[in-house]
């Protein structure tokens, strides 16, 4: 093999050595003799005497100069009560074997494993990670591909997303799906020009604008004044002369780059697309936020910058230690995608010691402020491919993948998510592909649970948007789940839906605003905590109670999933349990039956109050029992249900009830193991006897 012109600080013994026979990765794994333990065969060895070795590594040669910081040590060490002699050194790299993995044709693997002999007397090993950057021409032959840290350069933009892109759409059925639906060349209202780098301007999109690919942004707006927002004083100028990016922050700045970058025109985001002060028109384009985001070619996640103003273009820190080594790598001659290489590539093998996580993975690298942030998750759900500048990585996500992939690290896939296209079909009538009580529609059902846990972790600049931030996914699975849609629940899994509560409450912190102007007591989105759910609708669970009426009032008609104006109600058909409560322990005593609720976790009967309020009387409801699948199929296992408890006639008042209504508000959940509660009895009809109709607020 013709070798191609040697680096500089490169010795000529290891180029034309170690480095022509690529670190011998490529040869047999190396292995110990069974007739001699300190025997070594197979990889690649050669032969320096230690002066010369030692010489070039003080003339600058990178590789001689790697042994010497990693082998130099030892030596000292082992003849220690005496200068070191000049010796004869014998290095010998590769694979260690037996193998820990089979590797792909033409890959390297992972490990580099070196030996170094000193003389006859010492022997020497390290094994070193062997990786490249996933721009680097060497990354083609690595199966550890690093993170690029310079996420804004284009060449990194080119390499990650546009090679990425043009697979998505060759590859994806189901993301050329998206683009298509509803109508293939709908549009925003409007959009960004980023044609002209000097001025960028605001444009309303018309009919006649076919087949025009956007890029859409998903970030945080932050805390501050927010003085760049298209408002109806300064639309016309927008429109007419254009805005100077350099008076616009910084995170849309970058976005406008990464537009231009990756060659396109046209960017949708919501402060500049959307009149901010025109109540109208931001509730008209609100009600299009599934379309905005299914529609756009690609979504910029700005997932680092926690305000508009940060940017997210900033290197990322390096993914290799301190100690890492690059190192040339002559790569092989051989064809790649099917293109005829015209030279030999050289590119830079990192050599780095094992780090503690090796292998393991991280979700770490993922966490981020578009994570935090309530209004991005509908986002990054809906958005047919993303593009996410992370913490550590830029990294790539789409419906056919909704996980974050990283292109290196151990693993690959990172922070898989509970997506929406991966398990509602994105074509077909929901009857025939999820009917009711389907498999496919409990499975949707709980991804519903999912993410409404996930978003309820998520922060608000305004708690007035609990419902609307949100609207679009509830808009995407109303087919399936709805078509009526309760605050946050659903009427064919009401009584599933009802049984959520606070994951994790703090003594003394209220958890819902007094009189609940957001949603009804009984709707999760009534509280800014994080909250989980004691059940998910599957075969063992079964209803004792049903919901006969309900009223919910939109705050706009045009929003069918948005916010709610206060006074809706439920009523329920079920037992109300009276439970008086001391302290942290409650106690009914209903047909013949005593039994004890606490607060604690460890009891199989246990309370979880939304409010740190102090109540002495409270109702349990039971809602959904827990029936056996086993050999003792029926046989319940435990009952789930409500804390209600008499509503103040304040807020009665405020809703318009009439003065003596039974009207209650929710206060919590609870859960009982039913072989504790009723050891002899298989049937639920003992709770269920005393059924009335009873109103929630």
């Not at 001699?36 to 065969?41: R, V």
């Not at 197979?42 to 005497?49: E, F, H, I, Q």
């Not at 929710?666 to 002899?680: F, K």
Request: glycine content about 6%; hydrophobic content about 40%; overall charge negative.
């Amino acid at each position: 093999m013709e070798l191609p012109p040697r680096p500089h600080n490169i010795c000529a013994l290891a180029w034309e050595s170690v480095f022509a026979a690529r670190f011998g990765l490529f040869q047999n794994p190396m292995e110990i003799s069974d007739e001699d333990e300190e025997h070594w065969t197979g990889g690649y060895t050669y032969t320096v005497s230690s002066v010369v070795w030692l010489e070039c590594a003080l003339s600058g040669c990178l590789w001689c100069r790697f042994l010497e910081k990693h082998f130099l040590k030892h030596i000292r060490s082992w003849f220690s009560d005496t200068p070191i002699p000049n010796k004869t050194v014998d290095v010998r790299v590769g694979e260690r074997a037996p193998r820990s993995e089979i590797h792909p044709p033409g890959k390297l693997p992972r490990w580099l494993l070196v030996i170094l002999s000193y003389g006859e007397e010492a022997q020497f090993e390290e094994e070193f990670r062997a990786s490249a950057y996933a721009d680097d021409p060497a990354a083609d032959y690595v199966q550890n591909v690093s993170p690029i840290p310079y996420v804004g350069a284009p060449h990194a933009l080119q390499y990650m997303a546009k090679v990425w892109m043009e697979d998505c759409a060759k590859e994806h059925e189901v993301c050329r799906q998206l683009g298509t639906l509803d109508s293939g060349d709908w549009l925003p209202t409007r959009l960004i020009d980023c044609s002209d780098p000097g001025h960028v301007r605001i444009i309303e999109t018309n009919e006649k604008m076919h087949g025009v690919r956007y890029v859409a942004l998903s970030y945080v707006w932050g805390t501050g004044s927010q003085a760049h927002r298209t408002t109806t004083a300064n639309l016309s100028a927008r429109t007419r002369v254009g805005i100077a990016p350099e008076t616009l922050p910084q995170t849309i700045r970058d976005a406008i780059y990464v537009t231009r970058t990756l060659e396109f025109r046209f960017l949708w985001l919501d402060s500049l697309c959307i009149i901010q002060d025109s109540a109208e028109d931001k509730h008209r384009e609100v009600a299009s936020m599934a379309r905005v985001y299914r529609h756009a070619y690609l979504t910029i996640d700005a997932a680092t910058a926690a305000s508009v103003e940060e940017g997210f273009l900033q290197d990322r820190p390096p993914f290799h230690s301190r100690d890492a080594t690059f190192l040339p790598f002559i790569c092989p001659a051989s064809p790649r995608d099917g293109e005829v290489q015209s030279e030999v590539r050289v590119g830079n093998l990192c050599l780095d010691l094992p780090r503690p996580d090796d292998g393991s993975g991280s979700d770490e690298v993922f966490e981020n402020e578009t994570g935090r942030r309530g209004w991005c998750l509908q986002e990054r759900l809906l958005s047919t491919r993303s593009l996410i500048f992370g913490e550590s990585a830029l990294s790539v996500e789409c419906q056919a993948r909704p996980a974050a992939f990283c292109v290196g690290l151990d693993r690959n896939i990172y922070q898989v998510h509970a997506g929406l296209y991966d398990i509602v079909p994105v074509s077909g009538p929901a009857a025939v592909s999820a009917p009711p009580g389907s498999d496919n529609w409990m499975k949707i059902h709980r991804r519903w649970q999912e993410l409404v846990q996930d978003y309820s972790r998520r922060s608000l600049t305004y708690a007035s948007d609990k419902l609307l931030a949100c609207a679009a996914i509830a808009e995407v699975l109303a087919p399936y789940l709805g078509p009526n849609y309760l605050a946050g629940l659903w009427p064919n899994t009401v009584l599933f839906d009802l049984l959520w509560h606070i994951w994790d409450g703090s003594p003394g912190l209220r958890a819902r605003p007094r009189g609940y102007p957001y949603a009804p007591s009984w709707s999760w989105a009534s509280t800014h905590r994080r909250i989980t759910f004691l059940a998910s609708v599957h075969g063992a669970l079964q209803p004792i109670a049903e919901a006969v009426n309900h009223s919910i009032t939109l705050q706009d008609s045009n929003l069918q999933f948005g916010p709610v104006q206060p006074g809706g109600y439920l009523t329920l058909h079920a037992a109300f349990l009276l439970c008086k409560w001391c302290g942290n322990v409650g106690k009914i005593e209903h047909q013949q039956h005593a039994f004890e609720f606490s607060r604690s976790s460890y009891s199989p009967s246990i309370c979880y109050f939304d409010d740190d309020a102090d109540l002495q009387d409270v109702f349990l409801v039971p809602l959904v029992v827990e029936r056996e699948l086993g050999p003792e199929k029926g046989r319940c296992r435990a009952v789930y249900g409500m804390l209600v408890a008499q509503a103040e006639w304040s807020i009665c008042q405020s809703a318009r009830f009439h003065e003596h209504s039974q009207v209650y508000q929710r206060v919590g959940v609870w859960s009982y193991e039913w072989a504790l509660w009723v050891p002899r009895n298989e049937d639920a009809g003992e709770m269920s006897s005393d059924f009335e109709a009873y109103t929630l607020y």
